[in-house]
């Protein structure tokens, strides 16, 4: 839940004083006000200044009588709490759920649990929560939790800061970290990790609270669960890049070649090569002991049980190259697919190669080839028919994704080059030009970390991995020329089952 009080100008000599007045009130004190909104939470804090309550949990109704006590106090409170929502301009609630992640000693999903919170009792955990400022700002940052029993201590960093922070009481309740100064706009990571505790578990922390005085700040980060975007905004955003092909010119072959960098292919990453209209080919880490070469096709039936499709619009798979499995595939559409465990490595360059050609009888057949560019060998992937269309290569693209949640939290870039297509009478044409473009997770802003580009001869994408800048959906980007690399491929030669 986001609360934005827009700073106004206050001319009330009191409330003009409220930074300095807070500015007695003991960390010990302002701890219990966290988590109350707008004027309720200058109310509270003055309170703490002009009372003798003693720390604790802070009740409005008898600590408002113990002020009535000295109506001169009370009136001048009320007033400044009436003027004063500049003190607390914006709070917000950033679910765990969808913005926090295990990073050590190892990903996953250990602590997470089904009702939204991550409750933990394992001592080397360490959980991150990231959100994104658009400028320097002053935070206050607690933690909406509790313990099953006793008391627990939890050491939180943000950045170079080490604070130690209590959590007690067994009803949810703001816990303070204390105040926190970014000095550069941009991703914001806060981790904690269990130093003491009584119980089974360190505790049980639903969200992480953060307020600021800082005019005019914004705070991006995945609100809510509608649309299931904890799961998307966890994975993190896909990014893309359509290029830019001949027109008025059927086009029957689509290349590119892919180089990711060292230490830019953590688990979870699919690095798409050849997109088209009516699928995908590329390659994927699927786990820290296998990956694989992955080429699907959809089926003109529109569903996302592969079931249900009827078998006249079934895909067929016509061909598949040695230790290549084919199956079906569901979730995000559905159709065939294949796909070759294959151990690539980063820092090489592979070649993608895709046809796509109609068959005469109303159908299209789609043929994908992979190969290590340094042997110059191509082999086959597998042949699939399509039925109920007569199309050519169209929608020549490739994408970027984070197919694993447990690991959105981990940066991944790629490099794209020497892009081309070849048409029907058998000229080449280089892809020099792509629009580059995020989905759903990007565009809403529920995640910034995504961005695209060009360098020299190549086009890259990189995304997740809470990085500072962010790419610009809708630009175009150009590569360097690179014609004396047009693709060596004899087409009479290549393996096709």
């Not at 505790?203 to 800082?214: K, M, P």
């Amino acid at each position: 839940m986001v609360s934005n009080g827009g700073h106004s100008h206050c001319p009330n000599v009191l409330c003009q004083a409220i930074p300095a007045i807070l500015s007695f009130v003991p960390e010990s004190r302002i701890r219990n006000c966290v988590g109350y909104r707008g004027q309720m939470s200058t109310m509270c804090r003055l309170t703490m200044v002009a009372s003798d309550v003693p720390p604790g949990r802070f009740d409005p109704t008898p600590n408002m009588k113990h002020l009535l006590q000295n109506p001169g106090i009370f009136a001048s409170l009320m007033l400044i709490a009436a003027q004063a929502s500049a003190v607390h301009a914006a709070d917000w609630s950033i679910p765990l759920a969808g913005n926090a992640f295990r990073s050590a000693p190892e990903s996953g999903s250990s602590g997470f649990q089904r009702n939204g919170t991550i409750a933990w009792g394992d001592t080397e955990a360490v959980y991150s929560v990231y959100f994104h400022v658009d400028r320097p700002a002053d935070l206050h940052l607690a933690l909406q939790a509790h313990v099953r029993e006793g008391q627990s201590t939890l050491e939180v960093r943000v950045g170079s800061e080490t604070r130690q922070t209590i959590v007690e009481g067994t009803q949810p309740a703001p816990q303070q970290i204390g105040r926190i100064k970014i000095r550069k706009a941009g991703y914001v990571r806060v981790d904690f990790q269990g130093v003491k505790r009584a119980g089974q578990v360190y505790a049980q922390i639903r969200d992480l609270l953060v307020s600021s005085d800082t005019d005019g700040l914004t705070v991006d980060f995945v609100k809510t669960n509608e649309g299931n975007m904890f799961y998307w905004g966890r994975r993190g955003p896909s990014v893309h890049l359509r290029y830019e092909v001949p027109r008025n010119r059927p086009l029957q072959f689509a290349y590119t070649e892919i180089t990711v960098p060292v230490g830019q292919d953590p688990i979870g990453s699919y690095f798409m090569a050849n997109g088209f209209g009516e699928g995908y080919f590329g390659f994927q880490v699927n786990s820290a002991s296998e990956r694989r070469i992955l080429f699907s096709v959809w089926s003109p039936f529109k569903t996302n049980n592969p079931r249900d499709i009827p078998k006249d619009q079934r895909i067929l798979a016509l061909a598949r190259g040695p230790e290549v499995h084919i199956g079906q595939f569901g979730n995000e559409g559905s159709g065939g697919q294949s796909f070759l465990v294959y151990p690539w490595k980063a820092g090489s360059t592979y070649r993608f190669l895709t046809e796509v050609k109609p068959d005469g009888q109303g159908s299209t057949i789609y043929t994908s080839w992979f190969g290590d560019k340094s042997t110059g060998d191509l082999r086959l992937i597998a042949s699939f028919r399509r039925p109920k269309t007569d199309v050519s290569l169209h929608g020549f693209h490739s994408f970027l994704e984070s197919f694993s949640p447990t690991h959105g939290y981990i940066g991944r870039r790629a490099l794209y080059g020497n892009v081309w297509v070849r048409d029907t009478t058998e000229q080449w044409h280089e892809c020099n030009r792509a629009r580059f473009s995020v989905d759903a997770t990007g565009r809403g802003r529920h995640r910034l970390d995504f961005n695209g580009g060009s360098d020299g001869k190549y086009f890259y994408m990189q995304n997740c991995g809470f990085f500072d800048e962010t790419g610009r959906p809708g630009d175009t980007f150009t590569r360097h020329p690179s014609p004396d690399e047009q693709p060596a491929i004899n087409f009479q030669t290549l393996p096709r089952g």
